[in-house]
C-alpha cells in the first residue's frame, strides 16, 4: 500500500522550485523555493526532493549568493 503524503509534503509538492543555474549534466544540484510572504527560502536536493528542504531567511538566501562570486 501506497504511503499517504503528510499534510507538509503535499504542501512542497505545490511550492515551485528553482534549479540552479549552476547545475552540472553530472545531476549534483540544488533546487530553491522562494516563499515571499513568509520571508523564507527552502533549499533541496534535487535528487531527492522528497526530503523535507533546509529553510532560511530570505535575507540569509541573499547574503549566501552575493559570497557565489
Known sequence: ???T???QARIIDEITWIKSSYTA????CVEV?????ENKTLIRDSKDPKIFPI???TEAWKK???FRT
Not at 523555493?33 to 510572504?37: E, K, M, Q, S
Open 25 to 28: 549534466n553530472t545531476g549534483n
Open 55 to 57: 529553510q532560511a531567511s
Open 33 to 37: 523555493a522562494l516563499i515571499a510572504n
Open 1 to 3: 500500500m501506497p504511503e
Open 64 to 66: 549566501f549568493l552575493s
Open 5 to 7: 503524503p503528510t499534510p
